[in-house]
């Protein structure tokens, strides 16, 4: 799977909680702050554990961090 079906609110959820910084986020989910940056921009698509660890640092669903666009080629 190509991430570029995969989606997020990465950015949006980071200014919510405080205006946190990308390393920051890396900081608290254990990678590095270029993971969160590939992430964020849709170039990485995360392993199943960190999208986990990145949805509870915000305290969400991983659908609310995460949407999978299924109807693409």
Not at 28 to 55: M, N
């Given at each position: ?28 989910v ?24 990145i ?10 961090v ?8």
């Amino acid at each position: 799977m190509g991430s570029d079906r995969l989606s997020n609110n990465i950015r949006r959820l980071r200014f919510e909680h405080g205006q946190m910084t990308q390393q920051e986020l890396a900081d608290k989910v254990g990678v590095t702050r270029q993971t969160i940056i590939a992430t964020e921009s849709g170039r990485y698509a995360p392993s199943l554990p960190l999208a986990f660890k990145i949805a509870q640092t915000f305290g969400v669903s991983i659908e609310q961090v995460f949407q999978y666009d299924d109807e693409k080629p």
